[in-house]
């Protein structure tokens, strides 16, 4: 099983699409391990957006990060990195496929509806960020062995 970091950004709250993004992730099978509101500060977001630390638009998505609290959730499920990125689609929503969540609800680059975890390396990093081990819950959810055929539960 792997884990994955969303944060559902301001314009996701603001607009009150929380759930319903949410439940496209529990509908495809991903489960909750873990999730909070949060309100974001300089210091979480230099080092979440580091790898942008440079870009000219670094000041303004640091801005509209912390403009209102996010929701952060921890998403767990075989392959959940590769499948929760896919679900997001690019990072110009206008340039995302219909059937992806920036593809459905998004029209802007930066206000792009959630941030995914990059990769397995970055998932581990971020969820470790953003939450402690007490927060993250491990458990088997009733649909589990519907979900996934046996030989793939152990993934
Ligand atoms: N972003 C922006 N302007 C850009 C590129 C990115 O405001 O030209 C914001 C956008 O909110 C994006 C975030 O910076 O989601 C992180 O950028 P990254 O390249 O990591 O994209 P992502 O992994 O979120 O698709
Ligand atoms: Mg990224």
Do not use: W
């Not at 996701?12 to 999730?35: C, D, P, S, T, Y």
């Amino acid at each position: 099983m792997e884990r994955t970091l969303i944060i559902f950004k301001p314009d996701a709250v603001q607009r009150g699409l929380v759930g319903k993004i949410l439940a496209r992730f529990e509908e495809r099978g991903l489960q909750i391990a873990g999730m909070k509101m949060e309100q974001l500060n300089d210091d979480m977001l230099q080092e979440h957006y580091a790898h942008l630390r440079d870009k000219p638009f670094f000041a303004k998505l640091t801005r509209f990060m912390k403009s209102v609290p996010v929701v952060l959730a921890v998403l767990e499920g075989v392959e959940a990195v590769d499948i929760a990125r896919k679900m997001c689609g690019v990072t110009n929503s206008r340039e995302a496929l219909p059937g992806t969540i920036r593809g459905d609800y998004g029209m802007s680059v930066q206000s792009n509806v959630i941030h995914a975890s990059d990769s397995k390396e970055t998932a581990k990093k971020e969820v470790a960020r953003f939450f402690a081990a007490k927060e993250l819950f491990h458990y088997e959810r009733a649909d589990f062995h519907t979900v996934y055929a046996e030989d793939e539960r152990n993934k």
